[in-house]
């Protein structure tokens, strides 16, 4: 098992540009998350999915849009990054059961110009 | 509100020392969970532990211990004869339950572990 992936792993973009992060997970997790993670932050939830085709707002979600058209697929997209959206990205997927705990991706680090 | 604190941003200290990292948290849940992930330098998330609300008892697993007390609503970590491999960024983090059957998860801002050789 792979875990949960991420694509790709470095981008940088310039102010205004569009972009999709990719997350795969074979675990066959009902539940899947963005974070980002910012010196000094700690991770903020930006979007969730409970199952496929459902989506919910986190903590900080704007200027980002989700999507979940497959169980195991979650994808985020920027339409037009601005330098304050420059992090680290973690996607996370887990299991119904309360109790499980996040599985995390390896990240994604985005730089805009 | 649901919200974790870490007041600790960064600790040294020497080999072989032990090393207690704070965590507080805040929710007025009474069913929860808590939780202590590892981020080394390479920057991936590694899981530590969970704890639910219901199970105060201490846990200890080699050199890591844990001390859950809900009276002063704190899950602290302490790393016994800390080794070099032990530097790290450590989050603790809180599960809780924000409706239409989700859970959701809040880190605190995360306590910088460096253990000098």
């Known amino acids: 098992n792979a875990g949960v992936t991420q694509t790709p792993k470095f981008r940088v973009l310039k102010t205004g540009q569009s972009m999709t992060l990719l997350c795969a997970q074979d675990m066959n997790h009902e539940y899947m998350y963005w974070y980002r993670q910012d010196p000094g932050m700690g991770l903020r939830l930006i979007h969730y999915?409970?199952?496929?085709?459902?989506?919910a707002k986190g903590e900080v979600p704007d200027g980002y849009n989700v999507s979940r058209l497959k169980k195991q697929n979650f994808l985020l997209g920027l339409e037009s990054a601005a330098p304050s959206q420059t992090s680290v990205y973690f996607c996370?997927?887990?299991?119904?059961?309360?109790?499980?705990?996040?599985?995390f991706g390896p990240g994604t680090r985005l730089t805009v110009l | 509100a649901q919200k974790v604190t870490q007041a600790q941003t960064e600790i040294s200290v020497v080999e072989k020392e032990d090393v207690t990292l704070d965590c507080v948290y805040e929710t007025r849940d009474t069913t929860y969970y808590l939780f202590w992930y590892k981020q080394p330098p390479s920057g991936e998330l590694v899981f530590l532990i969970r704890r639910n609300s219901f199970d105060e008892q201490n846990e200890i697993s080699g050199r890591y211990s844990w001390n859950f007390q809900k009276s002063t609503s704190s899950f602290n970590f302490t790393i016994t004869a800390s080794q070099v491999v032990d530097s790290a960024v450590y989050f603790c983090?809180?599960?809780?339950?924000?409706?239409?059957?989700?859970?959701?998860?809040?880190f605190g801002k995360g306590t910088k572990l460096s253990v000098i050789p």
């Open positions: 999915s409970v199952g496929e085709g459902t989506t």
């Open positions: 983090a809180l599960m809780f339950y924000s409706g239409a059957g989700s859970y959701q998860l809040t």
């Open positions: 996370a997927s887990r299991p119904r059961l309360a109790r499980g705990e996040q599985f």
